[in-house]
């Protein structure tokens, strides 16, 4: 199993939720951990409790859907700790439900933006360094709607079906350069986003813990290991009441 002592991490979205349980899973880890999101306030939290944990992070306030603000995260990632060997695509956002042809070209282009454009973008970015170095591992969070079809989630469905899709061909691309890509694909997970879902059990919920429990497994195989396409994880009873 491979040790993550002195390994670099850049974790989006990672300032509540999943991106903030494996920054912390990392850091605990011995990894240099860079989060970055929209929120400040956030992310200077999440750093705080990881220094306080003795571990090694700092956040940068950006958009992921941003040319300028991607080149930035990994600029400062690499000016403060050398390199980059972990991405983390975590930032997403949902949608209303609606169907399909009641979508606002608006609110379509906002969530392809974060949800796709963002880790095409991040990917983008990392992938020459990391081909450099030989050595890489990027991790994208999808979710089951990237594996099932559920009616008026348009949108976030498309977006993750097309995220998989993104993690398959950079893993074909890059596998001759050392680099490794897995997708985690997580059914309900109790986070600020869904946790007053109407009708939703918390107790029968998967937890940012889980995930990051996950990633970590994925993250210390030896480097010949290639874990399959995208990966479910579910809870083994329905979180939604009722259903």
């Known amino acids: 199993m491979a040790k993550l002592d002195g390994k670099v991490a850049i974790v989006t979205g990672g300032g509540s939720g999943i991106g903030e349980g494996i920054a912390l899973a990392l850091a605990a880890e011995g990894v240099s951990v860079v989060i970055c999101g929209r929120r400040a306030s956030s992310l200077a939290r999440v750093v705080e409790a990881i220094r306080a944990a003795g571990g090694t992070a700092r956040a940068v306030t950006a958009d992921v859907s941003r040319e ?30 609606a169907p399909i042809h009641e979508y606002s070209i608006e609110e379509w282009d906002r969530v392809m933006a974060i949800n796709l454009r963002g880790p095409f973008l991040m990917a983008r970015a990392v992938l020459p360094p990391m081909r450099r170095q030989r050595e890489g591992h ?18 976030y469905t498309v977006s993750k079906f097309g995220l998989n899709a993104l993690g398959e061909l950079i893993q074909l691309e890059n596998q001759s350069h050392g680099i490794r890509v897995n997708t985690i694909c997580p059914g309900m997970v109790l986070t600020e986003m869904s946790e007053g879902a109407p009708g939703l059990d918390r107790r029968r919920c998967l937890y940012p813990a889980d995930i990051a429990d996950l990633a970590l497994w994925l993250l210390t195989r030896r480097a010949n290991i290639k874990i399959g396409r995208p990966i479910l994880i579910q809870t083994m009873l329905n979180p939604w009441e009722g259903k």
């Open 68 to 97: 300028d603000d991607v080149a930035r995260v990994v600029a400062e990632t690499v000016d403060a700790f050398g390199t980059v060997h972990i991405l983390v695509n975590n930032a997403g956002v949902d949608a209303p439900d």
């Open 138 to 155: 990027i991790l994208n969070i999808s979710s089951e709607a990237g594996l099932e079809y559920y009616d008026e989630s348009g949108a």
